[in-house]
């Protein structure tokens, strides 16, 4: 794995390919990756990836995989043919279905960054009752972790507040792909709990999936921008 290029990765959360676009024409390959997720490949198919590709744009393709392990793993290939940058799948489609993920990836020349989902931070403790889960999530998220790691995998998305325990119980080189980043003062939208871009990378965040901060501001290139800024000072000033 490398972590070589920008850390920030925008959420191209749209409802179809026209407004993913226009956003991509309004920033700069050099100074983000995007991801695509459910809604806008499920509209825009793999066109919209190779559009993106073809502007410059690395590709984190947001599919979350989780079926039996053929089936993963056919996804994962297709994903990887595709030349995408980074897929996921989740870790609680277990051991052989990750091993399987990792093993078609791996097929391609070069291989996509292939992380796992732990625990969706929409479950909350009854929520997880009510599957069968007696775990706490928190214990969950870890013990998730841990197997995507002995699997294989390149690491895990998760939460401003599961960095810190993640950076100490695996190896730095383990990616930790964070959500629910907000720049100091920014509008914290629908997110429960939010770290500022600085922070997230300084509890060990590799890389910062940001969206309506970037794409609902008026500016968004400069909104991007000050989120780079920000991240510059914090490291200027740790350094
Ligand atoms: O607009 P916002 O910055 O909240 O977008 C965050 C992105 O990260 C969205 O695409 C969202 O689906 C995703 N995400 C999240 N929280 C998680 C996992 C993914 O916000 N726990």
Redesign the pocket.
């Known amino acids: 794995m490398s972590e070589v290029g920008p850390r920030i990765i925008v ?1 191209l ?1 749209y409802a179809d390919a026209a407004p993913a676009l226009d956003l991509a024409t309004r920033l700069d390959p050099a100074h983000c990756r995007v ?1 695509v ?1 459910k809604q806008l490949f499920t509209r825009a198919g793999p066109d919209i990836v190779e559009r993106l590709q073809a502007r410059g744009f690395t590709v984190f393709l947001d599919l979350k995989f989780h079926d039996i392990p053929n089936t993963v793993a056919g996804a994962c290939r297709a994903a990887a043919e595709l030349g995408v940058w980074m897929v996921n799948v989740h870790a609680s489609g277990g051991r052989r279905m990750m091993e399987a993920a990792r093993e078609a990836v791996a097929a391609v020349a070069e291989p996509p960054l292939l992380i796992a989902v732990t625990v ?2 929409s479950l909350a403790r009854e929520d997880l009752r009510e599957i069968g889960v007696v775990a706490e999530a928190q214990e969950l998220v870890a013990r998730l972790a841990t197997l995507a790691h002995a699997c294989g995998l390149d690491g895990v ?1 998760c ?1 401003p507040k599961e960095l810190r325990a993640l950076a100490a119980a695996l190896p730095p080189a383990f990616l930790r792909v964070t ?3 907000r720049p100091a003062g920014a509008d914290a ?1 629908d ?1 429960a709990r939010v770290a500022t871009p600085a922070d997230a990378i300084a509890d060990g965040a590799h890389y910062l ?5 970037i794409t609902a501001a008026a500016d968004p290139a400069a909104a991007l921008r000050a989120i780079e800024t920000q991240l510059a000072g914090a490291r200027g000033a740790s350094a």
């Open positions: 959420a959360d991801k997720g969706l931070t998305v939460s959500p629910g980043v939208d997110q999936v940001v969206g309506r901060p």
